[in-house]
């Protein structure tokens, strides 16, 4: 995809919010530069987790590793930002501030420059210094509460999704800056949070408790207002499958599936709310019914009515999935790896491969010869210490700075 070719991205972010969104404006086709401190990205120093976040954020971005509390370092990144389309951070707030690179001093240099940060809890509340990690929104916000077994503790989703959340809505804000920009003349700020994100995800919940009036409860699987609505059932197999078929029609398709085509009159299951109240007996005979069967036959009377279900399956399968495959989700990113790229396709093309991530600071030397720095200028610089270089030679002798 090319569909931002030409425009310049420098990315501070670290871990997973920041970066994910430079992602996606990389899968985009834009040039984004990876501004690293000298030991990288912290989630490079936390093992396989962190490996992990940094292959599947940073997949095609440029990487120049800078001292940004070193003069020459913020020379450096000055000089970037006279190029640059927009700027991603994630930092704690008042830390851009520290470093030069708040908003209100870049904007007044560069007027046409899109700012977008994310924060923990957002900038106007009791909470805006504090530290903001997934697991801290997902916790306050509800997500935990609302995940799990009714009777069991409150759980965590099973990967990072309020970062995740928030990636996407500053991806959002972005596109929607560079638009107005391209009207207007001028960039702006785009400002998100893990707690922005996570509140907004929940928006339909929202209205639920303000229609209810009632607190919505972490109740399993199986949605407080409608029956059978994303239910599981176990099957002779040992799989599992959910569904969902809480309309007139669809529970009356039900019913003939699993050959009880009179409990669509049945005054427990004869309209929505009734089924809700009796949801325990529904279910018994729902596990009674298509639990005799595999879970692939089940899958398939259900799907030939009609009736919305799936598989409840393991990751493994997600990785085969003939679907996901035939979508070109799935980029090739190099040494043998791949990775989902964009969850959209603009006229059925999607990025078909994609650069690895980078290491640290593996292109440091390229970006600043780009800037018109020389090689005995670069070699001052990683000598001393205001960036660090990969794999740079002058002579026969590599500069002191490198990092693996």
């Not at 923990?120 to 997934?134: C, E, K, M, Q």
């Not at 040494?335 to 640290?360: D, K, M, N, V």
């Not at 270089?389 to 002058?394: E, L, S, V, Y």
Request: net charge negative; glycine share 12%; with cysteine.
């Amino acid at each position: 995809m090319n569909a931002l070719a030409g425009l310049r991205v420098l990315d501070f972010g670290q871990y997973i919010a920041a970066p994910g969104a430079g992602q996606n404006l990389a899968d985009l086709g834009a040039d984004v530069i990876k501004v690293e401190p000298l030991a990288g990205d912290q989630a490079r120093g936390i093992g396989p987790f962190g490996t992990a976040m940094v292959r599947a954020n940073n997949r095609g971005k440029r990487s120049i590793a800078v001292d940004l509390r070193a003069p020459e370092g913020e020379a450096v990144v000055r000089e970037l930002l006279a190029s640059a389309d927009v700027l991603l951070h994630n930092f704690r707030h008042g830390v851009s501030e520290r470093l030069g690179l708040g908003p209100d001093v870049l904007l007044a240099r560069h007027p046409r420059l899109v700012y977008g940060f994310v924060t923990g809890f957002g900038t106007r509340g009791p909470s805006a210094y504090r530290v903001g990690l997934d697991i801290a929104a997902q916790a306050e916000f509800a997500v935990m509460d609302l995940t799990g077994s009714a009777d069991g503790d409150p759980q965590r989703v099973g990967f990072a999704v309020a970062d995740v959340l928030a990636a996407q809505a500053l991806t959002s804000g972005v596109l929607a800056a560079l638009l107005q920009r391209a009207t207007t003349g001028r960039g702006d700020v785009v400002e998100t949070s893990l707690m922005e994100a996570v509140v907004h995800a929940q928006a339909s919940t929202w209205a639920e408790h303000e229609l209810s009036g009632n607190v919505p409860r972490r109740r399993g699987n199986g949605q407080a207002l409608a029956a059978p609505a994303a239910d599981l059932v176990r099957t002779r197999d040992g799989g599992a499958l959910v569904l969902s078929a809480y309309t007139k029609e669809k529970f009356a398709a039900l019913c003939e599936v699993i050959g009880r085509p009179e409990l669509a009159g049945d005054p427990r299951f004869a309209s929505n709310p009734a089924r809700v109240e009796h949801r325990p007996e529904l279910l018994d005979l729902l596990h009674a019914t298509l639990g005799r069967l595999d879970r692939a036959e089940a899958l398939e009377r259900l799907r030939g009515a009609g009736i919305v279900c799936g598989a409840v399956r393991s990751f493994d399968e997600l990785a085969d999935d003939p679907d996901v495959r035939a979508s070109g989700l799935i980029a090739d990113c190099g040494g043998g790896g791949t990775a989902p790229t964009t969850a959209f396709s603009l006229g059925g093309r999607r990025p078909a491969s994609t650069p690895p991530a980078p290491r640290i600071g593996e292109h440091t030397v390229r970006i600043l010869a780009e800037l018109g720095r020389g090689e005995t200028e670069i070699r001052a610089l990683v000598d001393g210490g205001a960036v660090a270089a990969a794999d740079f030679a002058c002579g026969d002798m590599p500069l002191r700075g490198r990092t693996p």
